[in-house]
């Protein structure tokens, strides 16, 4: 996504979604907004933190991919502030009180990089570009590397991925696959090195961590939406495949 401001009004640019209208003019939130897909959003400075509330949403959207629902009643509170030249914290905090008992908050990691374009997001629903595009599925099964089931075994186990929920990983064969908390199938990773792997049906990218013992800490998931970390929870059943 990218950021453009304007007096009074901040534009926040998406490759795949669309665009959303900020208002730093001092207004309020509309007490009945006309529901809509990205809601009704007004800002403020708190300091060197922006606050943003957003509220009138429709009710046709997930929370997450594991596919998490709200109501037209959700109010989304976000806090965005910038830590150094690439790097923006950004809490968000959800308040649905017709779906869920309490408000909750994540932490999302965002890169921040000044400077550069947006690139356009490729649909593939009735899609007419794939002969202009570069690059190919079979470009990216060139360029996977066969791991080992030693190496494949120490990654297999769950990890906490914030706003994704649960991540399930487990070896499929000679290939790691991974399931999301809210169904929808397993993944297949693609290896691209030891420790990075690609996941084509979600266009994402997994990193696995380790910590100064050796031992696989936590998952880095990079998409379009940005990073998120993803620590290694505890086994509970002793299973790995």
């Known amino acids: 996504m990218k950021f453009v401001q304007t007096p009074g009004l901040l534009l926040v640019i998406y490759e795949n979604a669309p665009t959303r209208q900020i208002f730093l003019d001092g207004r309020e939130l509309p007490k009945d907004p006309n529901p809509s897909w990205m809601g009704y959003s007004v800002g403020r400075w708190e300091g060197d933190t922006l606050v943003v509330d957003t509220a009138g949403f429709n009710d046709r959207t997930w929370l997450d991919l594991a596919g998490r629902p709200h109501t037209e009643a959700l109010h989304v ?92 990983v487990t070896v499929d064969g000679d290939q790691l696959a991974v399931q999301l908390s809210g169904g929808g199938g397993r993944h297949i990773a693609m290896a691209k090195s030891e420790e990075d792997f690609f996941l084509v049906e979600l266009g994402a990218w997994l990193k696995f961590v380790n910590d100064a013992h050796g031992d696989v800490s936590h998952l880095r998931i990079t998409s379009v939406e940005g990073d998120v970390r993803a620590p290694r929870l505890p086994d509970t059943d002793g299973g790995t495949r």
């Open 77 to 168: 509170t976000e806090r965005f502030r910038r830590l150094d030249f690439g790097r923006i914290q950004l809490h968000m905090t959800f308040d649905d009180p017709k779906t869920y008992a309490k408000p909750w908050t994540i932490a999302v990691e965002v890169g921040l990089v000044p400077d550069t374009e947006l690139l356009e997001n490729v649909c593939h629903e009735n899609e007419k570009d794939r002969t202009h595009l570069v690059g190919s599925l079979q470009d990216e099964k060139n360029s996977e590397v066969k791991l080992s089931p030693t190496i494949l075994s120490r990654y297999a186990g769950s990890y906490g991925a914030g706003p994704l929920g649960i991540l399930r």
